[in-house]
């Protein structure tokens, strides 16, 4: 005889490298479509109640070679710390970050934080990045 019990198990908190720290952590991914766009992760802000705080720690996301460099085809997959600026010249690619702040995790509820991407994407043509806010919303979906 089998018994089958439904249960939910997210892989993605394996994914992201969740841990219990009550700190604020953004994860940004982001594919572009010009080869010529950077991104400088050491330069997002996020902005609480007008007060601009850089992020603590910066990381990507992506297949490692021995040697330190992106490798999509036999690479190991895991975090590094960034510490320049990252071209995003692949346009199949998706860019994933993991910043870490010196803040609390706000409330959901909250709506008073924005992440300030507008000194940290670098467009050929002098364009800024855009500024994301935050909406509370009830969720309406399940979780399985």
């Known amino acids: ?64 070679n021995e040697d330190g460099q992106v490798n999509n085809l036999d690479g190991k997959w895991g975090y590094r710390d960034l510490q320049s600026t990252r071209v995003l010249q692949d346009s199949e690619h998706n860019y994933s970050f993991k910043l870490e702040f010196d803040l609390d995790r706000p409330s959901p509820r909250e709506e008073s934080y924005q992440l300030d991407l507008s000194r940290a994407l670098k467009f050929p043509n002098g364009e800024q990045g855009p500024l994301v806010k935050f909406k509370a919303l009830p969720w309406k979906h399940g979780y399985t």
Request: aromatic letters at 12%.
């Open 1 to 64: 005889m089998l018994f089958v019990v439904p249960t939910t198990i997210d892989p993605f908190d394996k994914f992201i490298g969740a841990n219990d720290s009550n700190k604020l952590v953004a994860f940004v991914e982001m594919k572009s479509v010009n080869p010529e766009v950077s991104f400088d992760a050491t330069a997002v802000r996020f902005i609480v109640n007008g007060q601009t705080h850089p992020p603590i720690k910066v990381s990507e996301y992506a297949r490692w």
